[in-house]
């Protein structure tokens, strides 16, 4: 098994979020077969490979409505993709991202397909959404991880994930202190509503010195990845690996562009 992790990648550590078609049993109109489904991941992060992309995470963001705990539906349907990417590509550092709310799914998820990291968006404290209200559910993570023996697999926690409102909102310094040092996280994610929004946070939060590695959710381009890894230690990204911008359901379905992903890894390694 690939022993490399996103914390031993020389330089800056990019994450492409693929985000999957639909899922037969999400019933939707451009729900595809699952063969169909795996044929699209394995040539998208093949394309991510090959421009030299170190680490990936599946996602089942098209399986919508987003329901508010995990469906068993979605542990098969990540677990079945995850394990395709996984044979083809076992030097990629590989993770894994659920729609739904859980700590446990997820976890299980990543350690069934020999993958190195999760993401979990509402690690601590408490949002609304369009699911509803959502819990952190970092204690929970953190013992099931244990209980499973996969404390080598890295929790990346979200900070005010731009998709829900926090309740009892605490100061952005105060609320990443929290998950990392006293909840443990292993990376920090932030995104704003916007690149500068987002630039603000990570400066903050660099500034308070909490010695957990950060990265950029979401806004990175190949204009301004420069700018944004002067305050991170990598980001994720997929809408700019797309040649349809914005957030609609052309753009999520779309498959990624080689050529646009080989300039922004050049921009980050030039």
């Known amino acids: 098994m690939n022993k490399q992790t996103l914390f031993s990648i020389k330089g800056p550590a990019v994450i492409a979020g ?3 078609p639909p899922s037969p049993a999400s019933n939707q109109a451009t729900s595809v077969p699952m063969n169909q489904i795996i044929e699209f991941a394995l040539k998208n992060t ?14 089942d963001l098209t399986d919508l409505p987003v329901a508010p705990a995990v469906q068993p539906h979605s542990i098969a349907f990540l677990s079945v993709v995850g394990a395709a990417i996984r044979k083809e590509f076992q030097q990629l550092i590989l993770g894994v991202c659920m729609m739904s709310h859980g700590a446990r799914e997820p976890l ?16 601590t404290g408490a949002m609304v959404k369009a699911e509803g209200l959502l819990q952190g559910c970092a204690y929970d993570a953190l013992t099931y991880r244990k209980q499973i023996n996969a404390e080598d697999i890295a929790i990346l926690a979200d900070v005010y994930d731009r998709t829900g409102t926090p309740l009892g909102e605490m100061p952005l310094v105060e609320a990443a202190r ?9 990376g920090l ?17 660099q500034s308070a010195k909490l010695g957990t590695p950060l990265f950029l959710g979401g806004g990175a381009k190949t204009e ?17 690996f797309k040649p349809v911008s914005g957030w609609t359901e052309e753009s999520i379905l779309a498959e990624w562009d080689y050529e646009r992903i080989a300039q922004f890894m050049q921009a980050v390694n030039g």
Not at 108 to 123: E, H, L, N
Not at 178 to 186: E, L, N, P, R
Not at 224 to 240: R, T
Request: hydrophobic fraction near 50%; glycine fraction near 6%; aromatic fraction near 8%.
């Open 18 to 20: 693929l985000h999957l």
């Open 46 to 59: 093949a394309k991510a490979v090959r421009a030299g992309v170190p680490a990936l995470y599946v996602q």
């Open 108 to 123: 299980a998820v990543a350690q069934a397909i020999g993958a190195q990291f999760v993401r979990i968006k509402v690690y």
């Open 178 to 186: 929290s998950a990392s040092v006293y909840c443990k996280a292993d």
């Open 189 to 205: 994610i932030l995104t704003g509503l916007s690149f500068n929004e987002s630039l603000t946070m990570l400066q903050e939060v």
């Open 224 to 240: 301004n990845i420069k700018e944004a890894l002067q305050f991170c230690n990598g980001v994720i990204v997929s809408s700019s």
